[in-house]
């Protein structure tokens, strides 16, 4: 044991530290207001303060820090999607979790050990081969596994040979993992404060003035501040928000559920899906199975949880790995996903000239924390949108260029 550490254990008096620096005062103005205190927010005020020397940035976040979906999500990083724009941007992401420890000083316990979606019919096999060959453009690691495959990355799943949800093979994404989202938010929160980014928790967005098609002031419940430029980063409240500043966007909630098991003993070393059971598995470093599936079936801004979610979600994993039927539940959550009509989300410029888009992330936000930190960061410092998120702006749906992944996510919606 080092002897430094010996000395502060068996000291009288511990000088205390704080990775985040209690909240401030609000200042009158800010270079940069950043609307929500949540992963894609600390990220983008991360960026702005030590890429690009914007630290004269205000992140304002209504409850606690990383309180919304970023607590709430089932931590799953990958870049398997459909269209080449969303491959091309999600692949990114994951590069940048690769580094994210060593980037940020900040151990986010990244663990990259694959994911595994599952083939129940010949026609979702099909369709894993277009998802293959659109990643291997885009150089992901993607490729269509047979039965025999399947059963050796996962020996322990239920193969159900000529039962109704009989195993055909998968779709193996080696480059997907895991990461601590409460880490990822802290280590992005932690770097941006030391460049002398403020964060205000228990800040409330009131109202948004505006004038000549630009932002002049943010009103919150602890008093009004001038804003230069402003990130919208809000999500399952992201609609609101925007409402306060004058912009319709296309985006509807519906609650996102999961739940966790009690400790177990490692048996599942990578992300386990099946689209037909609308259903996934992973185990966590603690041992817990944490047990995800598809947003409800209705609209509804609320985070509470439901009975017929959890007997949903039992169901699929009990299919998958029978022998979890004794195994106690810990706790059961919801998220609110922000939905868009093509499930691709809306990045970049908006009706007003200096108000910037980070929405509609629906049920893949946390994987996208990096990526849309920096670019969003970027669109900021430049006055323009990066090509990697032109795809993405809200003029899409006025040129009907969309970008549809629905289907693409672990369990369908």
């Given at each position: ?10 000291r ?18 800010y ?5 929500g205190?949540?992963?894609?927010g600390?990220a983008?005020a991360?960026?702005?303060s030590?890429?690009?020397g ?7 976040e ?8 970023t607590?709430?999500?089932t931590?799953t ?10 491959i ?19 151990n ?5 050990r694959?994911q ?34 399947v ?31 409460d ?15 403020e ?7 009131t109202?948004?003035?505006t004038?000549?098609d ?8 602890r ?6 430029q402003v ?7 992201n ?8 912009i ?6 519906f609650?996102?559920q999961?739940?966790v098991?009690?400790p ?5 070393d ?17 041992g817990?199975?944490?047990?995800g599936g ?17 007997e949903?979600?039992a169901?699929g994993?009990?299919?998958l ?7 106690k ?5 919801a ?6 009509p ?34 969003l ?12 998120l ?5 003029t ?17 919606h």
């Amino acid at each position: 044991m080092p002897f430094a550490l010996l000395r502060y254990g068996l000291r009288n008096r511990h000088e205390p530290f704080r990775d985040i620096p209690a909240t401030p005062d609000l200042k009158p103005s800010y270079d940069v207001v950043i609307i929500g205190g949540g992963g894609h927010g600390l990220a983008a005020a991360y960026y702005l303060s030590n890429h690009h020397g914007i630290r004269s940035v205000a992140v304002l976040e209504k409850g606690y820090l990383a309180g919304g979906n970023t607590a709430r999500n089932t931590t799953t990083v990958r870049s398997n999607y459909l269209t080449a724009e969303s491959i091309r941007f999600y692949k990114e992401g994951v590069e940048l979790f690769e580094t994210m420890s060593q980037d940020l000083g900040f151990n986010v316990m990244f663990s990259q050990r694959g994911q595994l979606t599952l083939a129940h019919s010949d026609a979702t096999l099909r369709s894993f081969h277009l998802r293959a060959e659109m990643g291997k453009l885009a150089g992901a690691r993607i490729e269509v596994v047979d039965a025999q495959s399947v059963r050796a990355l996962c020996p322990l799943v239920n193969m159900d040979e000529g039962g109704q949800h009989e195993i055909l093979g998968g779709l193996w994404h080696a480059d997907g993992g895991t990461a601590r989202h409460d880490a990822v938010a802290w280590g992005y929160a932690k770097r941006a404060a030391e460049k002398g980014v403020e964060i205000h928790q228990r800040t409330t967005v009131t109202g948004i003035r505006t004038a000549n098609d630009k932002v002049t002031e943010i009103e919150t419940d602890r008093g009004t501040i001038r804003a230069g430029q402003v990130i919208q980063a809000a999500g399952g409240l992201n609609g609101q928000v925007a409402e306060l500043a004058g912009i319709r966007l296309p985006i509807r909630c519906f609650p996102l559920q999961a739940m966790v098991t009690q400790p177990l003993k490692p048996f599942l070393d990578t992300l386990v899906s099946s689209a037909n059971l609308h259903t996934y598995l992973v185990q966590s470093s603690r041992g817990e199975i944490v047990v995800g599936g598809g947003s409800d079936p209705y609209q509804l801004a609320s985070t509470r949880s439901t009975f017929d979610q959890k007997e949903h979600l039992a169901h699929g994993a009990l299919q998958l790995f029978p022998f979890l039927h004794n195994v106690k539940l810990l706790r059961q959550w919801a998220g609110i996903t922000d939905m868009t009509p093509d499930y691709s989300p809306i990045m970049g410029t908006s009706p007003l000239s200096n108000y910037w888009l980070d929405t509609g992330w629906g049920t893949w936000g946390f994987k996208a924390t990096p990526v849309a930190g920096k670019y969003l960061a970027q669109c900021v410092a430049t006055g323009k949108t990066s090509d990697i998120l032109a795809p993405f702006a809200l003029t899409r749906f006025d040129r009907f260029a969309l970008l549809n992944e629905m289907g693409a996510t672990a369990a369908s919606h």
